[in-house]
Structure formats: C-alpha cells, structure tokens
C-alpha cells in the first residue's frame, strides 16, 4: 500500500490520511480551521490606526493572503471587530451596540495604543482602553501600529482560534 | 416620521441614522435625516465621536509635547500640522528658520498635500463604487510613505519638524527617492483621469450633486480645495505666501460651479501642481544647517554638550522645561490640504502652552455638510461626504 | 492640463471673474487700529504682539458686538467677509491677569483685501453671554456652539445652543482651567436629535404631526451610569443597556 503526501489544506487539520480521501480528526479541528481562515472583519475605524488598516487592505500588504479581506460594515454579517482608533465615551455606546449586534462567534481586535489605553489621551472624553465595554482577544501595540503589525496581530488570533473548543461558550455578551 | 406639507398633504419621512459606524462617515460623524422616498428632505449632522481633548492635553505639557498631538489631528498629512504648529511658534520668537530647513519643508508640506488628495479622492471614489482608483492611489501612497520611514522611521505620524527646525537632516539619496516617486504620481494621477474624467457613471453622479455656491462658501469660512471648487480663487500660498511661496510656479486651480464633481477634480489637479511645486523645491535644496541657530529653540550639537559647559546648560534646560516663548497671543496659518490650518496660541511666558486653539478646516466645511444635501438623493450624500474631505481628527480634536 | 490662473477645470464656460482678481493690497494694522478705534472706540489688546487685536470690554459687548461685526462684514473697505474661528480663553490662572475672567476671540479674514482683524470680547465670569452673530455669518452657528460647550459662554438669540463636541450629558465645560483634566464623564445613551431633526423640517414648512418610531431603544440604562459598570454586571443588563443607546450603524 502506497501512501500520497499530506496535502497541505488535509495536514491543517489532520496528520492521519488514508488514500480515497479519508481522514480521520475531529469537528472541533475543521471547525476551527475553517473559522481562522475566512475571517470577515468589521473594521470600526475611527482615528488614525483606521487609515493604517485601509493600507493593510491595499495590495501592498494585502490582508487577503490571511483569508481576512472580505470586509463587511454590517455587523451582522461579520465574525472581527477591528477597533482601530481613539474611542471616546461619545463613542462607547455605538461600540457596546455594535458588538452585540455580531453573531456568535466572534472575536475582537484592539488595535493600537488610543484602543487599548486611550494612548496619550488620557483626559475627560477618552475611555482609557476598550476592554471596559467589550472583551478583547488581542491587543496590537503601536500609534499607529504598522500594517505588519495588523497582520501579525491576525496571525495571533488564529493561532487563539485554532486552540479554541467547541463546548466553551464565549463569556460576555453571548 | 408624518408630516403636514405647506401645501396640506400628509407624508410619512422615514427617519434615518446615518452614521457614526457607518463606512461613508469614516466612522465617527452621524447624519440624521428625514427621507422622502431616496431625497434627504431635512439633514441634520452630529459631531464630536472623535474628541479626544486636544486643546486640553497640550496644556499640560511643554511646547514640544504638543508635536505629536499635531500629528493625529490630519493624521492623513500629520507633516502639514507639525510644520503649521512650528511656523506659529516660530512666529511667536521671530525667528527665521534656515534657508534648507525651509526648502525641505515645502517639500514635506506639498508631499504630504499630495497623499492627503490621494487617500482623499480615493476613498471618495470608493464610496461611489471605482473600487479600482483606490488600489492604484494607494501603491503610491506606500511609496512615498517608504520615504517617510527612511526620513524619520515612522509611517503616518512622523513629529518630523521641530521647533526651530527638523528632527534632522533629509538622509542621502533623498532627493533621487522623491523624484522617482513623483513620476509615480503622476503616472497614478493620469491612470485614475483616464477612469473616471470621462466616465458617464461618475460624471452622472457627481455633476451638479449638492452645489455650493461661492456667497455660501464664504459665509460658512470655507477654505482651500472646497473654497476653490466653488469658484474662489483664494489660497494663502498665493494671498500671504510664506516659505517663499511666491518664487514657486504654479496655479490655483478653481472650479466654476462648486458641485462635488469640481471637488473631487480639483483634488486630482491639484496633486499635478504640487508635484511641480516638488520638483522645483527640489532642485533649489542646497546643503546647509537645518536648525536655526538660537540657543533658545535649537539643541545644542551633541559634541558641544559632551565638551561646553554653557552647551550642557542650554541642552538640559531645553529638553527639561521646553522653550518658552514671549507672553501674548498668536495666530498664524498656513494652508493645509484641506484648508486654512491656523493655531492660535496664548502664551504666559511658561514652558507649557496657556491655551491652544486650532482653526480646522473640516469644522467649517462639515458644519455645511447638512444644507448642503438637503433636496439630493441619500446615496449621493455619501459620495458630496467624501469630496469636503472630513478628516475626524482635525474635526473634533 | 488646463489649470492656468484664471481658468477652470475644463477651461471654459461661466466663470464669474470678479472672484479670480488677485487679492488686493489691505489696510496696514495701524490703519486698521485707527479706524476701529474712530468707528468703535475699540482698544488695543496688551497681549497682542503678532496680529492687530482690538478689544471690546465686557460692558459694552452685549450692546455692540453685532454692529461691530456687521460694519466689519459689510463695509466696502473693511469686507472682513469670512469668520474663521472663535477662540474662547479662560484667564483663570493667567499670571497678573486683571479684567474679565473669560475671552472670546473673534478671527476675521477679508477674502477681497489682504488684511486681517482680531475682535477681542470680554466676557465677565458672573455674565458669561455675548450676542449671536449667527445671523451674519453661517459657521457661527456652529462656531457659537462649540464655545458654548468647551468654555460656557452663552450666547444669546442663538437657535440651537447645544454641545456640539462632548456628548449631551455632559456637565461642566472642560476648557475652563479649574475642569481638571482627567475628570472623566460616561455616557448611558446617545442623543435623539430627534428635536434638531423636527426644527429643520419646520423649517421648510413642514409641519410634524407625529415623530412616529425613531430608531432608538428606550432610555433603560441610568443617566450617569457607565457603560463599563454595566459591562460587570450580568449578561441580561448588558443587553438591556445595548439595547438603550442610539445611532448604530445605518
């Protein structure tokens, strides 16, 4: 009996594979692996860190290699919030109102220094980090961050995705 | 929303929010309208989703701390603000910065006008579906922004300038980059003419879409590209020319009727002129300090501070308590790429800035925004909200 | 190309040409000094230095501002046609500052002449309310406003004198030197605007007869409490208090 190479898109979620096609893993593996690859964004781009993402989205850096460039500004049809920007507390309720509005499952991004600490606006109409509203998954540092900062933030989340199970409900706001 | 008409009629308004999050707002200006059917009959604009307190932060720092607040105030030209908040400083202490300092900066100031139009008329073009102009802007954007991070190793908020001069002097082989890159825009500027000039979609969209006229413009202060558009030749390079403006050739361009069409045209000319503006800059840049020479701005060279008392002095107390100019109050301008830029600054004599007033352009044109639109189609407002070019961050501060 | 001075976009057609004749040369500052000083009996401000400042004391203000600004708007030597910016200072912690508490700078710029004027208003602490030149000039509509909001300077006959860049619960006004910096004030639910909304098509001519559903939740979450308290409590407020704010996307 002859074995054929693992083809690369099989040996994403599975090392054992039987010629005819089968292979042997388990939902949770497809399930992530499918989920970490066609992320839709919705890039809540507010400051300066939002022109940055409009780059990363350019052919330059081009977010598509990551499966991540379907970029949706309906809430409901996205599974990222990216929170790239000063969020203020004028803001804060549009931000709370649009996390709620994604579907499970979702994850966020909080994009430079102004979305995870208020940066160095730390004065009456700034809220100091975006985690007092809404969980985060990942912190990208930077002011603004470079675009291959962006990317490699993406690259994190997927590994937290991949790492992630089934049974474990999300926490807030599910 | 039901409403009697003047004339007796009942007619249900569909009431509608517009924004903060929405991809034509740029994420933090609101529209609230009435619609009628797809007509705006009433629009009213909602701001203030991006204020940050930056006319209290730099209270509480020195002068030069208020350099990197600057940046993100036109995060899409930061080296403008840097340069317009020096020039007023500057003002402030008479002193006249160095003959290469004030060549480089026109070069910075109109590169800088340059990707501000690109991105502008990009994401303009964007909302109105010509998803393709905003790859080829945006490859030249990161060309230049190459150059940017060669300059001064940051990207988009670069606190390129000093008070008094440059952070430091262009690097070598700065001038071939820029003339190189300059072809680029042209080429880009050309390629996008080539889309959309003639485009009948485009034409038909944008021409005669939400006029302004002059007398309107004026009574709202606009200024710089928008002022132009609606047929007034007005632009401070030209009227109260600084950096020695007026021994550069080149043109205002102005349009006739004001409507987002000449708004978005004049822009993709206006890049052109810039560009020749550039090349002339370019070819007068001779070597030469960059810092002006006054112990109370300038830092002192590194060699003196390790070997002159007096130098040691003068380094601590600049980088400990900033400079600190006369008491009184300043204001000075400069023409950013929206518009007339001006800070006005009250001085007390202290280290830290009393009050700081920034002049944005964007405030006046987006105070315009809702009886612009009144009467035109909802989706066109989306596309006459890109032409003012609303940059959040100048808007709201 | 077709962008030489004094053409269009495309080069032809209706171009009004009176606005393409190059600025002419202004009054110097002195003149300009004497003229207001004739015509107003302004003075001249001690901290101005750089640019021509001429003040109008607190008393006289309220009596005057509006015809000042008229002449300089409409006189034809003067034609200070464009507003470009309100600057409100508090001089609470201003060293050795004697007179008014508050200033309100009004920016002019004449887009016929090559000239400039800087109107200094005082404003006392215990009256802090200047007339509205709204009716002159657009953007003070909104110029007006935002020193309202930041400064708390009222200005009188203005129609719609609201907060313009904090959020509408917010108390106090944050530019005045004794609002500390870092005194943070949270908000529970975006404005309506639903009032603004129905003055503009009142307008028009318009009359409402019902303001019909907008769309807004109802106004659950209590005034001042913070969106991040109610983050920690259970999942259900946190839907209720979501559920309570306005303007999501479109």
């Known amino acids: ?123 009456y109409c700034t809220v100091p980090g975006i985690d007092e509203i809404i969980p985060v998954d990942i912190y990208i540092a930077g002011c603004p961050p470079r675009p291959e900062a ?12 991949a790492r992630e199970h089934l049974k474990e409900q999300k926490a807030v706001g599910a | 929303m039901r409403v009697l008409t003047p004339e007796g009629d009942h007619l249900d308004f569909m009431t509608l929010n517009m924004g903060p999050s929405h991809p034509a707002t740029h994420g933090t200006l609101r529209i609230f309208c009435a619609l009628d059917g797809e007509t705006m009959k009433a629009a009213v604009c909602e701001m203030g989703y991006l204020h940050r307190g930056f006319e209290k932060m730099v209270e509480q720092g020195t002068y030069s701390m208020v350099l990197p607040y ?36 026109v070069v910075l100031i109109e590169l800088s006008r340059i990707i501000d139009h690109l991105v502008c008329s990009c994401t303009n073009l964007v909302d109105l579906g010509a998803l393709t102009n905003f790859w080829y802007f945006f490859n030249t954007r990161e060309e230049v922004y190459k150059i940017w991070e060669k300059l001064c190793g940051q990207r988009l908020t670069n606190t390129v300038t000093r008070i008094g001069g440059m952070y430091r002097d262009a690097y070598p082989g700065f001038e071939d980059d820029v003339r190189k890159v300059l072809v680029k825009i042209e080429a880009a500027v050309a390629e996008v003419r080539g889309l959309i000039e003639h485009n009948k979609i485009f034409i038909d969209r944008t021409k005669d879409v939400c006029v302004v006229s ?27 020319p600084y950096y020695g403006y007026e021994t550069y050739q080149f043109d205002t361009v102005v349009g006739e009727t004001g409507d987002t069409f000449d708004r978005i045209m004049i822009r993709l000319y206006e890049m052109l002129e810039s560009v020749s503006i550039v090349r002339q800059a370019l070819d007068r840049l001779k070597p030469g300090p960059v810092n002006a020479p006054d112990a109370r701005l300038s830092l002192p060279d590194r060699d003196r501070v390790y070997h002159d008392m007096e130098a040691l002095i003068n380094s601590f107390k600049l980088i400990y308590e900033g400079v600190r100019p006369p008491p009184g109050e300043c204001y000075d301008a400069i023409e950013a790429a929206n518009g007339e830029l001006g800070f006005h600054i009250t001085s007390d004599g202290g280290t830290n800035p009393y009050r700081i007033k920034v002049r944005p352009p964007c405030f006046t044109q987006y105070a315009a925004f809702g009886p612009m639109c009144e009467g035109e189609m909802i989706a066109d407002a989306a596309a006459t909200l890109g032409s003012i070019n609303i940059i959040a961050g100048e808007l709201d501060r | 190309m077709s962008t030489a001075a004094g053409k269009g976009i495309s080069g032809e057609g209706d171009v009004r040409s009176w606005k393409r004749e190059p600025i002419k040369p202004g009054k110097s500052d002195d003149q300009l000094q004497a003229l207001a000083a004739e015509r107003f009996g302004l003075a001249r401000d001690a901290k101005d230095r750089w640019n021509l400042t001429m003040t109008l004391a607190a008393g006289q203000a309220k009596a005057k501002l509006h015809e000042v600004v008229r002449v300089l708007r409409d006189d034809p030597e003067l034609r200070f046609d464009m507003l470009l910016d309100l600057a409100a200072i508090d001089y609470l912690s201003y060293p050795n500052h004697r007179g008014p508490r508050f200033a309100v700078v009004y ?119 913070s969106v991040a308290e109610q983050g920690s409590v259970d999942t259900q407020k946190q839907k209720n208090a979501a559920g309570a704010v306005g303007a999501g996307g479109i």
């Open chain 2, 70 to 105: 600057t940046d993100r105030l036109n995060y899409c030209s930061a080296m403008i603000n840097n340069i317009g908040f020096c020039k007023a400083v500057e003002k402030m202490f008479n002193v006249t910065v160095p003959e290469r300092c004030i060549t480089l900066r």
């Open chain 1, 150 to 161: 962006f990317l490699e933030g993406l690259v994190q989340l997927q590994n937290k995705i």
């Open chain 3, 107 to 225: 920016l002019f710029k004449s887009l016929v002449f090559r000239h400039r004027f800087k109107l200094k208003v005082e404003v006392e602490e215990d009256d802090a309310e200047l007339p509205s030149i709204h009716d002159l000039y657009r953007i003070a509509d909104w110029s007006e406003r935002e020193v309202f909001d930041q400064m708390g300077v009222v200005f009188s006959g203005h129609p719609n004198l609201k907060r313009i860049l904090n959020h509408h619960e917010f108390i106090g006004h944050p530019l005045r030197k004794d609002y500390p910096c870092q005194k943070r004030q949270k908000l529970s639910i975006n404005d309506p605007m639903v009032d603004q909304l129905e003055s503009r098509l009142k307008h028009f001519g318009y009359q409402v007869v019902d303001s019909g559903e907008v769309h807004l939740g109802a106004p659950i979450a209590a005034k001042h409490q």
């Open chain 2, 214 to 240: 002059a007398e309107e413009a004026i009574s709202y202060g606009w200024t710089g590209p928008c002022l132009r558009a609606s047929g007034v030749d007005r632009d401070l390079r030209k009227d109260e």
């Open chain 1, 1 to 123: 009996m002859t074995f054929k190479p693992v083809p690369a898109t099989v040996a994403a979620v599975s090392d054992s594979f039987v010629p005819d096609g089968v292979i042997a893993t388990s939902v949770e593996a497809v399930v992530n692996w499918g989920r970490r690859n066609s992320l839709w964004p919705f890039p809540f781009g507010t400051a300066c860190c939002g022109i940055e993402f409009m780059g990363v989205v350019s052919s330059v850096f081009d977010i598509s290699r990551f499966g991540a460039e379907l970029v949706r500004f309906s809430p409901r049809q996205a599974d990222l919030l990216i929170i790239a920007g000063t969020i203020t507390y004028k803001q804060a309720p549009v931000l709370r109102r649009i996390y709620d509005q994604m579907c499970e499952p979702k994850w966020v991004i909080s994009a430079g220094a102004c979305a995870t600490s208020g940066g160095f606006y730390d004065c």
